[in-house]
């Protein structure tokens, strides 16, 4: 009788192991390096709708929003009021909000939006310089909260938990 030799045992199990360890350390280390550290915000420069400039690093020391929006999305337009009525609480605490309207949206529109809704902070119009240097943002509405020294709290894209965006704004500003 002829016996066929055993083949080796394969330790094949312990290489998927190995190489699942290993791939979900490189998510993990991927992931503190894209969520886990605090983002400073760029250097971007907005387009006011009276012509002056405003840049990010105008804004240093102070707390304020940017929030990327369009007169066409509905999202946006819903939550402009709320974001109102944000900015008027808080902006006697220092808050400050620029409304970034989006390179595609008519600067008409947004001029008549602006000034039939007395929008109560700063109205710019994107070249789309400015959306890219804040992450490429292409969903409307994004909202940046940032803080005094320029780090990025949270980005919210769809309207915001509102109640959190005070608690935030509160802590930011240090009235909590």
């Known amino acids: 009788m002829s016996q066929t030799p055993a083949s080796p045992v394969r330790p094949a199990g312990a290489l998927r192991y190995v190489v699942f360890a290993c791939v979900a350390a490189a998510i993990a280390i991927a992931g503190y390096f894209t969520f886990g550290r605090s983002q400073q915000v760029p250097a971007a420069t907005f387009t006011l709708l009276s012509g002056q400039k405003l840049s990010t690093s105008d804004l240093k020391g102070k707390v304020y929003l940017v929030n990327f929006w369009a007169t066409d999305c ?3 337009i819903k939550e402009m009021p709320q974001m109102v009525d944000t900015f008027n609480r808080y902006k006697g605490q220092g808050l400050e909000f620029v409304a970034v309207a ?3 949206d008519a600067p008409m529109y947004v001029v008549n939006y602006a000034q039939t809704r007395k929008l109560p902070f700063k109205v ?4 789309g ?3 890219k240097q804040f992450g ?3 969903m409307t509405p994004t909202t ?3 803080d005094k020294n320029g780090t990025i709290l949270k980005r919210y894209v769809g309207e915001p938990q509102f109640a959190e965006l005070d608690q935030l704004l509160q802590k930011a500003l240090g009235s909590a």
């Open 74 to 76: 509905e999202t946006c």
């Open 102 to 104: 989006m390179q595609y």
């Open 124 to 127: 710019a119009m994107d070249d």
């Open 129 to 131: 310089s400015a959306a």
């Open 136 to 138: 490429n943002v292409q």
């Open 144 to 146: 940046f909260v940032v």
